[in-house]
């Protein structure tokens, strides 16, 4: 509702939402409100990921590669809104399509639920964060199903291998929940310093010659003092 439109209501809508927040704004939410957010399941609905700054190390144009794989994206995209703008021309109504699992997947989904919640009792390896780890099973159900529809299968039915790789990107999140929620936050300053020093080492040694002497990437590299700079190595 907003107050100069009129009201619309939305009956059993799907939606996802895709959130970029800048590190400092996302502690100021976290700090205010991160309690209230994490204890509702807000967060264990998402998959979030944090990304290091590549400032400094960015081409100057984005490469062949990735305009390609972008391409794809977006014409996969375009073609799937075509069809739904093709139906609701023909029919006027749009129509679900509901996905199923094969017996093989079904019995995948029971295994890594197994799994997890064996994982989530007290001493467990992912106690910490099993908030997310509630939600894990159906984030990957979801996940499937969008590897599915974009993997342009024609059948309902959802395989074995494509729950196998959902499982893979959830997990891989689940990490970076761990590392975004942990009590020293997303990175420490140590942590940040080693992900400079180490893009430093990549771009000027490991390309090359796959050598760096250590007084030489010291006294050339972005790491001060010396200190730092063993903390970091």
């Known amino acids: 509702d907003r107050a100069n439109r009129e009201s619309v209501t939305s009956r059993r809508p ?10 400092s704004v996302w502690a100021k939410t976290v700090q205010k409100n991160g309690g209230t957010l994490r204890d509702s399941r807000y967060f264990a609905r ?7 700054s590549n400032q400094g190390f960015r081409p100057p144009s984005p490469t062949i590669t990735s305009d390609q794989c972008l391409s794809t994206f977006h014409g996969a995209i375009h073609e799937k809104l075509g069809r739904f703008a093709s139906q609701l021309h023909d029919t006027k109504k749009p129509q679900r399509t509901c996905l199923e699992f ?14 997890l919640e064996s994982q989530i009792a007290p001493g467990g390896r992912l106690h910490a964060s099993r908030d997310f780890v509630s939600k894990a099973t159906e984030n990957v159900c979801r996940v499937a199903a969008s590897l599915h529809c974009f993997s342009g299968y024609d059948d309902l039915h959802i395989g074995k291998e494509t729950v196998a790789s959902a499982a893979d990107i959830v997990m891989w ?35 090359f010659n796959q050598c760096a002497p250590i007084s030489e990437a010291f006294r050339n590299g972005p790491i001060r003092p010396k200190s730092r700079f063993d903390t970091c190595l």
């Open 173 to 207: 999140h689940g990490n970076q929940f761990e590392l975004i929620f942990s009590p020293d936050g997303p990175l420490s300053l140590d942590e940040e310093k080693a992900a400079v020093l180490f893009h430093f080492l990549h771009k000027n040694y490991w390309e």
């Open 14 to 23: 799907r939606v996802s939402s895709f959130l970029m927040i800048q590190p």
């Open 102 to 115: 094969t017996a093989e997947a079904s019995t995948q989904l029971r295994e890594i639920t197994q799994y």
């Open 46 to 52: 998402m998959l979030p990921a944090f990304a290091t």
